[in-house]
T-cell receptor, first 115, second 115 residues
Framework: AAGVIQSPRHLIKEKRETATLKCYPI?????VYWYQQGPGQDPQFLIS???????DKGSIPDRFSAQQFSDYHSELNMSSLELGDSALYFC??????????????FGPGTRLTVT | GENVEQHPSTLSVQEGDSAVIKCTYS??????FPWYKQELGKRPQLIID?????GEKKDQRIAVTLNKTAKHFSLHITETQPEDSAVYFC??????????????FGKGTMLLVSP
């Protein structure tokens, strides 16, 4: 079965640079979530989109922005990168049920290293 | 927002023993409780979930129980095998102010199964 696709899988950036992470949800899934996971930590919710509209916002820094496109893929844009942004970034997708989604399936993640 | 407490943080068992991981949640409106297994550097993988209208769910060697009154739920793994070694995260979903669902994760339990 098709899974969530994320690209790139690894990214190395320098401080103050920008980065764009992409996520392609499971076909027919209309809800996308972004999580940040530091070493030894639980996934922290950043932001979500349902039917191409932002549905919720978590601990996402103002330097980050995201959107969901007409084909349901999503991009996380990160600017003015800091050393502390180094982490695994996961995208998850689910099939919304009137906006109240249940099973979330995670992509393989993008490992971002900021030097 | 939702708060999820998970115990223990580490758990070591012998192959063939049972393992139990417990979580409590704070929002009485939470109605969906998934469990994820995460191997080092890999994606969280949904292994079992339970909704608030069910008290127990079983899938082969794993089972989850939910006590809505006490606001706690548990993961039970029987006949553990070395390949069960991983970090396990519980989570609870709640409806945020925007009206959509968001997952809050526990801090994780590192399970080590020794042969």
């Amino acid at each position: 079965a098709a899974g969530v696709i994320q690209s790139p899988r690894h990214l190395i950036k320098e401080k103050r640079e920008t980065a764009t992470l992409k996520c392609y949800p499971i076909p027919r899934h209309d809800t996308v979530y972004w999580y940040q996971q530091g070493p030894g930590q639980d996934p922290q919710f950043l932001i979500s989109f349902y039917e191409k509209m932002q549905s919720d916002k978590g601990s996402i820094p103002d330097r980050f922005s995201a959107q969901q496109f007409s084909d349901y893929h999503s991009e996380l844009n990160m600017s003015s990168l800091e050393l502390g942004d180094s982490a695994l970034y996961f995208c998850a997708s689910s099939l919304g049920q009137g906006g109240y989604s249940y099973e979330q399936y995670f992509g393989p993640g993008t490992r971002l290293t900021v030097t | 927002g939702e708060n999820v407490e998970q115990h223990p943080s580490t758990l070591s068992v012998q192959e063939g023993d049972s393992a139990v991981i417990k979580c409590t949640y704070s929002d009485s409106a939470s109605n969906y409780f998934p469990w994820y297994k995460q191997e080092l550097g890999k994606r969280p993988q949904l292994i079992i979930d339970i909704r608030s209208n069910v008290g127990e769910k079983k899938d082969q060697r794993i089972a989850v129980t939910l006590n809505k009154t006490a606001k706690h739920f548990s993961l039970h793994i029987t006949e553990t095998q070395p390949e069960d070694s991983a970090v396990y995260f519980c989570a609870a979903t709640f409806r945020s102010l925007s009206g959509y669902s968001t997952l809050t994760f526990g801090k994780g339990t590192m399970l080590l199964v020794s042969p």
